[in-house]
T-cell receptor, first 114, second 113 residues
Framework: AQSVTQLGSHVSVSEGALVLLRCNYS??????LFWYVQYPNQGLQLLLK??????LVKGINGFEAEFKKSETSFHLTKPSAHMSDAAEYFC????????????FGKGTRLSVIA | GAVVSQHPSWVICKSGTSVKIECRSL??????MFWYRQFPKQSLMLMAT?????????EQGVEKDKFLINHASLTLSTLTVTSAHPEDSSFYIC?????????FGPGTRLTVT
């Protein structure tokens, strides 16, 4: 069984400040990990993914995440927040077979203050 | 990249009527599609896995007779909410996967009055 825990349902940062959104996973098999962003009344857009290659993964819009097996974490970071980053962020896990659907965390709403 | 579309993007219907939502993979074939439901300010909850040419697999607690899924081709899956009630009002999102990665549709906002 797989699960994802996102610490903090709401994170607020100032424009230009570091963004850190936390994600811890639980998986009995080697996982694939994903971060998605969702803007209001829209679907999900893939930010980045870990698929057992490099542990530091760079995504779109300046985001990156580091897979740490020892900590079972896959935290999302961005050095400098922009107003347009305000959205809901979801961490998700799947196995590497491609046969099982993604399991999502509960999401973290990011607010960016001018 | 892979594109998934949904139609309609929003729909309002009266209680007791049925609503069909379409999910299409536009530039790839998908033997498997997934249907999720999202309530306001909540995460996505998997409803069912739709398999082309066979019956859908429903998650525990999801009524298969209420949420009818048909995956008639490699590019189209439909979700029909039968005899809709106000508690079925939600955001429904489909996804499809050409490989291990899932691509999501833009979602359908269903409001039942």
């Amino acid at each position: 069984a797989q699960s994802v825990t996102q610490l903090g349902s709401h994170v607020s940062v100032s424009e230009g400040a570091l963004v850190l959104l936390r994600c811890n996973y639980s998986s009995s098999v080697p996982p694939y990990l994903f971060w998605y962003v969702q803007y209001p009344n829209q679907g999900l857009q893939l930010l980045l993914k870990y698929t057992s290659a490099a542990t530091l993964v760079k995504g779109i819009n300046g985001f990156e995440a580091e897979f740490k097996k020892s900590e079972t974490s896959f935290h999302l970071t961005k050095p400098s927040a922009h107003m347009s980053d305000a959205a809901e962020y979801f961490c998700a896990v799947s196995d590497q077979s491609g046969n099982t659907p993604l399991v999502f965390g509960k999401g973290t709403r990011l607010s960016v203050i001018a | 990249g892979a594109v998934v579309s949904q139609h309609p993007s929003w729909v309002i219907c009266k209680s007791g009527t049925s609503v069909k939502i379409e999910c299409r993979s536009l530039d790839f074939q998908a033997t498997t599609m997934f249907w999720y439901r999202q309530f306001p300010k909540q995460s996505l909850m998997l409803m069912a896995t739709s398999n082309e040419g066979s019956k859908a697999t429903y998650e525990q607690g999801v009524e298969k007779d209420k949420f009818l899924i048909n995956h008639a081709s490699l590019t189209l899956s439909t979700l029909t909410v039968t005899s809709a009630h106000p508690e079925d009002s939600s955001f429904y999102i489909c996804s499809a996967r050409p490989s291990y990665e899932q691509y999501f549709g833009p979602g359908t906002r269903l409001t039942v009055t």
